[in-house]
């Protein structure tokens, strides 16, 4: 198998022309060891972090693939770590959809003038381009289509499919008494649709019991165990 | 007559329900002794500044009141370095608006991974919030209307009024050999309509001449002189 590609939580290797395997490794991204989800270096590593991470994914995109809701899943091996899926073409050279239940993160670093941290918003998207160096800079839908990264239509897709998938998973934690404030997924092209890609799992969300934040690897433990 | 607003490059005076007195002054924005546009700080002096940023918002202001573009603008002193104008709500604590014609500044600083300082792009408009703790972020439609900003009409409407703003600028400094790379705009409401506010400078434009860039005082000599 030959590995096309280093991530920071996981490694890719190419199965074929149509799939590549995912690797799930035990880091997680933070800062000065404390986890972070919307920090972009590896911050600490938790053993069992890469299987929780995958089980949470398995977990996740089953439901959405049998709600018809497109996705690059095809299945997972929970006992190696890895998961199949379909190959996609990301759009430029990442980008990242944030669906806001409440106001926090850089969403508030951002407009912390005209909304107080915790506040619940309507549903909302957003799009930030994967660039460490320039910090993940916020993009509007015209200038992604200005810079070829995607285009209006598969914009309106991908809003209206990151709206539906964050609900699902809002949904989900609901279930166990838990409240998704925020969540990152991302997105690519598989045969010319939009479908979701890359992991679901605690690191990719924020959730709260109550006012309590709930840390990625207990939130496993309550929806899956 | 009472004074409102102590600005970076004017102050506000109040004259009656309707209208305000903007007196212009000889501060420029900028960094280190150098003129910037996109700068929030005060950075230097120059002498005429305000009589030339004065003098370039009645040349452009008469000309869009005239086509019928929605303005605050109603006359202008040059000998008093004043400006009367109606009265308008602004968006939240102040937004900026700008239309770019060639990807520079805080556009390259923002998506230089894809596009090469200096290109040609479609006409562009982005809204950024005046902050300058959080150095001016970019808001979206969406996040302007969840946070009671602006509505989504009231966008449509000042975009499209930014566009042919911008179009009338870049028109008028193509007579003298010049081109528009970008310029910032403030827009508010007057009687619930979308409006253009504050002053049409040097110091809120980018102009060149070939590859060489234009200095407001220099530009408004080339333009008015």
Redesign the interface.
Known sequence: MKKIYTGKTKDVYELDDKTVLLKFKDDVTGKDGVFDPGENQVGLQIEGAGRAALAMTQFFYEKLNALGLNTHYVSADLDKNEAVVKKAIVF??GAEVIVRYRAVGS?I???????ESGTE??T???VT?K?DV?GD???????LA????MSEESYEELADLAKKIGDVVKEELAKKGLELYDIKFEFGLIDGKVALIDEISGGNMRAYKGDEYILPLELEKILLG
């Not at 670093?109 to 909304?115: A, H, L, S, W």
């Not at 800079?137 to 200038?143: C, E, S, V």
């Not at 200005?146 to 990264?149: E, Q, V």
């Open positions: 430029g050279k969403f670093r951002r407009y912390g003038d005209y909304i918003i309507p909302y998207v957003e381009l660039d320039k800079p916020l993009i509007t839908k015209d200038a200005l810079l070829g990264i």
